[in-house]
């Protein structure tokens, strides 16, 4: 409390099951989510440990199934950085993989506020223009104009992403436009690249999530012979990132879950199948090997 100004308070030693604080979903993800381990840990799990207590809504990360009020899980922004309990006092596999995860997800992986990430404040003002422009253009239907204006304002960061805050927003929301035009014209690996650099600065943001997931569920229904598993299970991940309560969402949802169960179908009927390669139709194929081994399998031409 001294240290970094944190409210906890120790509360209570016992073992129980403790559950994602549902209250507390976009803060979870962003600390917890933002990374390859997200869906396989933020589940409830079971330790022995030491709780906290008088800790804030939006600090509150794993709780008490009886009452969110206390606390196996907390964070606490302070500075530039976080700190972070894990209450578990065994350290058992569960905590390790949240921890994993943590750093995963909060360990800076855009530059922090410098001259290196921002740029001028004149030269952002000039890219807000050309965005309000892109904007108005898009309202009135010239969606060509309002790429231009779009490609524009981008081009006025360049390299950069702005400083964290109001510049990094700006830019993300010009993607996020950009990504819309994209998609309306139906260009959908250029919707994925352009949604993909607003997701690589903001992971969780709602729109692009959305945006990349229809780019990827329509790539993968144009694929012949039989569509693409990888972007669809990629899609389900970008629609599970975002507002997944919003209707659209849970319409994409449900398309994607129906598509790619009939893939995993027809993925499991080609294993069943694939005992013997198409290569070796024709032929015949010796189980086992060895001289112990007599089983000969004949196959149809």
Not at 22 to 30: H, I, Q
Not at 231 to 257: C, P, S, W, Y
């Amino acid at each position: 409390q001294r240290l970094f100004d944190v409210t906890w308070g120790m509360n209570d030693y016992r073992r129980s099951t403790w559950e994602p604080c549902a209250e507390n979903r976009k803060n979870l993800n962003y600390t917890f989510g933002n990374g390859s381990l997200a869906r396989r840990i933020i589940k409830p799990y079971n330790v022995k440990a030491c709780t906290l207590c008088n800790v804030p809504p939006d600090e509150r990360f794993f709780v008490a199934k009886e009452s969110t009020e206390e606390v196996v899980v907390a964070a606490h922004n302070y500075g530039k950085g976080v700190i972070a309990y894990f209450a578990d006092v065994n350290g058992e596999p569960e905590t390790m993989w949240l921890v994993a995860a943590f750093v995963q997800s909060r360990a800076p992986r855009m530059p922090i506020d410098s001259s290196v990430s921002g740029i001028q404040e004149q030269a952002f003002q000039d890219a807000m223009k050309l965005k309000q422009q892109g904007n108005d253009a898009f309202q009135g239907g010239n969606m060509e104009r309002a790429e231009g204006c779009y490609l524009a304002a981008l081009a006025i960061f360049g390299e950069k992403i702005g400083t964290n805050g109001i510049q990094r927003n700006g830019l993300v929301s010009i993607l996020s436009n950009l990504a819309l035009i994209h998609l309306k014209k139906k260009e959908y690996t250029k919707t994925v690249s352009v949604a993909t650099k607003a997701l690589d600065i903001e992971w969780d943001h709602d729109k692009c999530s959305y945006r990349r997931a229809m780019a990827l569920y329509q790539i993968s229904l144009k694929k012949k012979p039989g569509g693409d598993i990888i972007r669809l299970r990629q899609a389900m991940k970008d629609i599970l990132n975002g507002d997944h309560f919003l209707d659209a969402t849970v319409n994409l949802m449900k398309k994607i879950e129906t598509e790619l169960a009939r893939l995993e179908r027809k993925q499991r009927a080609g294993f069943r199948e694939g005992s013997c390669p198409a290569s070796t139709l024709g032929t015949k194929r010796r189980f086992g090997g060895g001289q112990h081994s007599g089983l000969v399998r004949k196959t149809k031409k």
